[in-house]
């Protein structure tokens, strides 16, 4: 029997560097979260590096790429965000 942490809900441990103004920005964050999966604790660590362009002040993107480092977590992954407004 796994042990639960001592508090009742998660708490993510991010932590990030970026570079730049909100017309371009490249960055990476790393991330580690406990969350209960099929009734126990299962750690999900993440690493993901991004590149974000504003193009006015309505058009906004980011291009993203993550990894996983836990058997919990996904393999790795590739996005794109759009924001209007």
């Known amino acids: 029997m796994h042990a639960a942490p001592p508090f009742d809900r998660p708490v993510p441990i ?31 660590s ?3 590096a991004f590149l974000s362009r504003g193009w006015n002040d309505t058009w906004y993107m980011q291009l993203y790429a993550f990894s996983g480092f836990s ?4 393999d790795w992954g590739v996005g794109i965000l759009f ?3």
């Open 46 to 48: 993440e690493l993901s």
């Open 14 to 44: 991010v932590t990030g560097l970026s570079k730049g103004d909100r017309n371009e920005r490249l960055g990476f964050s790393c991330c580690r979260i406990n969350h209960l999966c099929a009734g126990r604790w299962c750690a999900v």
């Open 71 to 74: 058997d919990n977590s996904p």
């Open 83 to 85: 924001e209007i407004g």
